[in-house]
């Protein structure tokens, strides 16, 4: 069974980065494409809902950013197992738990990357706490 891990969180002051880490392990009978369709990355702050904040089509097909991240966080892929989240000047209001999932089944469209009901498979988190 797959399981998606989360690492490379910690706390940091404002104007300062971090990179999320997201491995995809355990069995699967397609090893090169344990990534899925697509990828993603949401936050939950304290008393708030999770949000997306950046995803990616896991083919080459685009990434997508909300609108509060956008051109301060990036989302790539490592290898057939890994993604990560470069976070650069980081904000107080990204203090949040990190999740990464996957999209499993094919025809995600453009417009719901970011929509959490696309995701099926789920890390436990990883916290980004940032200081003023």
């Known amino acids: 069974q797959l399981q998606l891990v989360e690492s490379g969180g910690g706390s940091v002051q404002a104007g300062g980065s971090l990179r999320l880490s997201c491995t995809v392990s355990?069995?699967?009978?397609?090893?090169?494409?344990?990534?899925?369709?697509?990828m993603g990355w949401f936050r939950q702050a304290p008393g708030k809902e999770r949000e997306g904040v950046a995803s990616?089509?896991?083919?080459?097909?685009?990434t997508y950013y909300s609108d509060s991240v956008k051109g301060r966080f990036t989302i790539s892929q490592g290898n057939v197992q890994t993604v990560y989240l470069q976070m650069n000047s980081l904000e107080p209001e990204d203090t949040a738990m990190y999740y990464c999932?996957?999209?499993?089944?094919?025809?995600?469209?453009?417009?719901?990357?970011?929509?959490?009901?696309?995701?099926?498979?789920w890390g436990q988190g990883t916290q980004v706490t940032v200081s003023s």
């Open positions: 355990g069995y699967s009978a397609r090893p090169r494409n344990k990534l899925g369709v697509a």
């Open positions: 990616m089509y896991t083919s080459g097909g685009g």
């Open positions: 999932a996957r999209v499993t089944l094919p025809g995600v469209q453009p417009s719901r990357m970011l929509a959490q009901e696309e995701y099926d498979l």
